[in-house]
Each structure stands twice: as C-alpha cells, then as structure tokens.
C-alpha cells in the first residue's frame, strides 16, 4: 500500500476496482494528492526555516550584545589602569620626597630684608605665615616647620586621590592588579603618616618601620605592576586588532 492509498483511506474512499474507470479517479485524486502534499511539505519548510533564522538573529543577537559589553569593559580598563598608575607614580613621588633623610632648605636668617621678601613672595606660605616668618628670631625653623605642613597636605591629597579613584573605578581592573595598586597605596599612605607622626612629636629614635615597608616593598610592587599594565595594555591592543580584522 502507498502513501496515496493511505490519503484515501484516510479520506474514505475504498478502491474495489482497476481499470480505465479507477484511473479517470484516481489520475486527477493523484495529481491533487501530490499538489496537498507538495504544499503541505513546503509550508513545513518555510516554517523550519523561519524558525531557524529566528533563532540565528537571536543567538547573533546575543553573540554582538556580549561582544560589545567585552569590547566596552576592554576600553574602560585601558582608560582606567593607566589613569590610576599615574595617580599613584604622582603620591607615590610626593611622599617619597617629603620622608627622604636628606632635605635642603635656605638659611633665611642670613637674607636681607628684600630678599626674604623676594623668597617669600614665589614660596608656598600664606601671607599670615609670611607675616609671623618675619617676625620670628629663628626664620629658617619656622620656615621649615611651616612648608613641611604644606608638602604634607600636598602629598596626602595626591594618596587621598590616587586610593579613590582605585576605590571608584578598581571594578574594571583585574583582580589581582587591583590588589598590587591597594597594597602599593597602604604602603605609601603608612609611611607619609609615621613621618607625620615623627615631625609632629619630635620622636628621638625616630619611627621607621614604616618607611623602611615603603623602600624594601613597594618598589619590587611598583615593577611588577608596572610590567603587569604593559603586559594588559599590549595584550588587549592586540584583541582589539584582531577583533577588527
């Protein structure tokens, strides 16, 4: 039994005789059979297909949505790391020079009138500062106690700024990169606060754990993090490329 008895079966029709009769019946009934089922197969098609493609714009759909967050995160890393290195060379650089052991001042006390005034005019102090330096028996003390506050606030805006903006935009850094940049920014905070502490109380044996923590830690720190942001930076310039290409 064919597919085309079957459809009369199923359309209930039974076929008791051949012959010329039975073939004026079924000739056109085959023919319309065959139209049904060709159409009946084509529509199937078209849905299959349909259905497909549907699923292909979505999945592509998926794939350009993911790409593009990627890509997104990519560039705000590149944005960010390099930012926050120089954040951190700048504190970094300001605290090491205010804890150096070796710091150079002008003797004050031997200037002239009008070359006090001339110094003081391109110096960092307020007028009221200036004020009471020159009213002061030991100008070059008050001089040093005086711009060491300066540097001071100085160098803990600049940690202040660099730990910040870590703490604000650190989501888009590698983890491990972020940890370098918090470690690096504790080290440098501890010093410039043990050098305030020791200038402030005039501590004799000075505090240096601190500091020595800063010297022997973070440079080797420094390095490493320094040629972790090269390696990021190369690695995604190259994804970048080959994600255009």
Excluded at 120 to 128: Q, T, V
Excluded at 154 to 171: D, M, P, S, T, W
Aim: hydrophobic share 45%.
């Amino acid at each position: 039994m064919d597919w085309f008895e079957v459809l009369l079966k199923a359309a209930g029709v039974v076929v008791v005789a051949g012959g010329g009769a039975a073939a004026l019946i079924f000739g056109p009934l085959r023919y319309l059979a065959d139209k049904w089922l060709t159409s009946k197969f084509n529509q199937r098609l078209e849905q299959f297909k349909h259905a497909q493609q549907v699923e292909l714009e979505n999945l592509r759909f998926k794939i350009n949505s993911l790409f593009d967050r990627t890509t997104k995160l990519n560039q705000r890393e590149f944005e960010v790391v390099p930012a926050a290195w120089a954040l951190l060379v700048e504190c970094k650089n300001q605290v090491t020079s205010l804890i150096a052991a070796f710091q150079q001042y002008p003797n004050l006390d031997r200037m002239t009138v009008p070359q006090l005034d001339e110094f003081l005019e391109g110096s960092s102090l307020s007028k009221w500062q200036r004020d009471e330096l020159k009213a002061s028996a030991k100008k070059t003390d008050y001089y040093m106690d005086a711009v060491f506050y300066h540097r001071y606030d100085q160098a803990r805006g600049a940690c202040r700024e660099a730990h910040v903006y870590v703490l604000k935009n650190g989501i888009f850094m590698p983890s491990d990169m972020k940890a370098k940049f918090e470690k690096i920014s504790d080290l440098v905070w501890g010093a410039l606060v043990e050098h305030q502490i020791n200038h402030s109380d005039k501590l004799v044996p000075r505090l240096k754990e601190a500091r020595d923590a800063l010297s022997n830690e973070a440079e080797p720190l420094m390095k490493t993090l320094e040629e972790a942001i090269h390696g990021g930076l190369r690695d995604g310039h190259i994804a970048s490329l080959k994600a255009l290409a």
